[in-house]
């Protein structure tokens, strides 16, 4: 319960820290498309990528350790999709045992592209805070202002639940402990058992919750708040050269993958077809 | 004229079962009134009605010439009443604590600079400067309720309503917001504080006691707190400073009558050394 990878934000003054979220956001996107554009098999692609997040990394002085951290959390889902390429992938000759050499490659493929893209998400929520997350959402969606979508009210859900998730757990700890104290058994079992002993945690939850919920509300109340109507905002976001700058990067990168996907594959096969 | 008026006022959640019945009393710029009762006085109830969360049934509250019947006047009253309640973790709105602050001057429209010096005007108000860029998280429970405090006063009201704001708090927290009380009044906001302690009514220009939805006391803490044979019947204690006096004049001590706040007490037990 503890670890909830919100808390993920490593603060610190750097190129990265200071770009505009929505920059940030948009470029991480770009860089997962850029992932995704990697054609079958080509490593090199992946190469660029890799690279990518490795010069951001130290642009944004984050340790490479916590980056990497990120690939642990999924390391589960990783192998499982690795695996389910080795054993159930019929193409190509056989290596050994069922597992053929194109399974070997989709495997890696499939490694590479999931790490890569966790590292580009987690090198997104380790250099820009929730908050700034948040506003940067807001920003993006601003436009869908146009099609009456709530992005005011859409955002400050979105800052209210980030600013009570610490609350919340806190809150599931104690009612834990009080419940444990009262002789209620959350370790044997099997799951449903155990399942069925979170309940007695969850009804209070939910109900001490709805009691927060009419307080805040009666808070915002009494601090003025009347929606979206001629509020104004204390944070402004501001584009600089440094997300110029990032852009050019993230498309010099699609470029340079679309460009290697292209000729470089076309010359490979080229000198393959050539020594057959 | 009074800055805030209490004219008559009735309320009831439910029909058939008055919640305040007929509540009249008025505030002055800087004043500092205290209203104590038991549980289910109604405090909480006059509290709400006091910034226009609730209406009254019947009856009429006057803050700076807007009723608060009047719908297009709520905010008016908002501006000028500030609302500080009891948990500090379900008043805060954003995850860094100048974000918060900035959140009632955002909903009045101001622009940006004015909001900014808004918030270095609050937080120097409740001694939280260095916090600005802090997560209320990471605060201790005083501290959160400063920056609750903060975020009221960022909308510059000018009577502050601390709805039993000290009550989750250690006795640090307390002093902590007896200070920013104090510090407060000294700038001219009245100040409405919901108790349970009596250190903390002692300290007021004017008591009120609601009892069942009715004032069953009112005035001075002096005058309040020597009615002892009517506290008594409602189950109030006097100040730590009063019982003691009383305990000593039992005792055969020469301690004058209306002794009720720490001071006193010292100042009385200094003349008999």
């Known amino acids: 319960m503890r670890d909830v990878s919100f808390g993920s934000y490593f603060p610190a003054k750097s190129f990265v820290h200071s770009m505009d979220a929505r920059a940030k956001i948009l470029i991480a996107i770009a860089y997962m498309v850029a992932v995704f554009l990697v054609s079958a098999f080509h490593f090199l692609g992946f190469a660029a990528c890799l690279l990518f997040v490795i010069i951001s990394t130290i642009t944004a002085k984050v340790p490479f350790g916590l980056v990497l951290k990120s690939v642990k959390t999924i390391i589960f889902f990783v192998v499982f999709s690795a695996v389910l390429q080795l054993f159930f992938n019929r193409k190509g000759t056989v290596l050994f045992w069922i597992i053929t050499d194109v399974g070997l490659l989709n495997a890696g493929f499939i490694i590479a592209r999931i790490v890569l893209i966790v590292l580009g998400a987690s090198l997104l929520t380790l250099t820009t805070s929730p908050v700034e997350l948040a506003d940067g959402i807001e920003g993006l969606l601003l436009p869908l202002k146009w099609i009456k979508f709530p992005v005011h009210e859409f955002a400050l859900i979105m800052s209210i639940a980030l600013r009570f998730i610490p609350t919340l757990i806190g809150e599931t700890d104690r009612i834990i402990k009080a419940q444990k104290a009262r002789g209620a058994d959350f370790e044997s079992g099997n799951i449903f058992k155990r399942a069925k002993a979170l309940i007695p945690v969850l009804i209070p939850l939910l109900i001490s919750s709805f009691r927060r919920a009419d307080e805040l509300a009666d808070a915002m109340d009494s601090r003025c708040y009347a929606g979206s109507k001629n509020r104004t905002k204390y944070k402004k976001m501001r584009l600089t050269y440094r997300d110029l700058l990032g852009v050019l990067f993230v498309a010099g990168l699609i470029v340079g993958i679309v460009f290697l996907n292209k000729f470089y594959l076309l010359s490979g096969l080229s000198v393959i077809a050539g020594a057959l | ?273």
Request: glycine share 8%; net charge negative.
């Open chain 2, 1 to 273: 004229m009074p800055l805030l008026e209490v004219k008559n006022v009735s309320f009831s959640y439910v029909k058939n079962k008055q919640t305040l019945k007929d509540v009249s009393f008025s505030v002055e710029k800087g004043e500092f009134l205290a209203i104590i009762g038991h549980n289910g006085s109604g405090k909480s109830t006059l509290a709400k009605l006091l910034n226009g969360l609730l209406k009254p049934n019947s009856g009429e509250i006057i803050v700076d010439g807007y009723s608060s019947s009047d719908k297009n006047a709520v905010f008016e009253i908002r501006k000028r009443v500030g609302m500080v309640f009891q948990n500090p973790d379900n008043q805060l709105i954003a995850s860094i604590v100048e974000d918060d602050i900035a959140f009632g001057p955002e909903n009045l429209g101001l622009p940006r600079e004015e909001i900014g010096k808004r918030i270095d005007f609050a937080l120097k108000a409740v001694g939280m400067q260095d916090f600005r860029k802090a997560t209320p998280e990471r605060l201790s429970g005083g501290q959160k309720q400063r920056i609750a405090i903060a975020g009221v006063l960022a909308l510059m009201p000018q009577v502050l309503v601390l709805d039993e704001s000290t009550a989750m708090l250690d006795p640090e927290g307390r002093k902590e917001i007896a200070e920013v009380v104090d510090n407060l009044r000294e700038k001219g906001v009245a100040v409405i504080a919901i108790t349970h302690y009596m250190e903390e009514a002692v300290k007021a220009d004017k008591i009120l006691v609601l009892d069942r939805g009715e004032i069953a006391l009112s005035g001075t803490p002096k005058e309040v707190f020597a009615k002892k044979s009517e506290l008594d019947a409602l189950n109030l204690e006097l100040p730590l400073a009063g019982i003691i006096a009383d305990k000593l004049r039992a005792r055969g001590l020469n301690i004058a009558d209306d002794v009720v706040s720490d001071a006193e007490l010292a100042g009385a037990l200094w003349k008999l050394l």
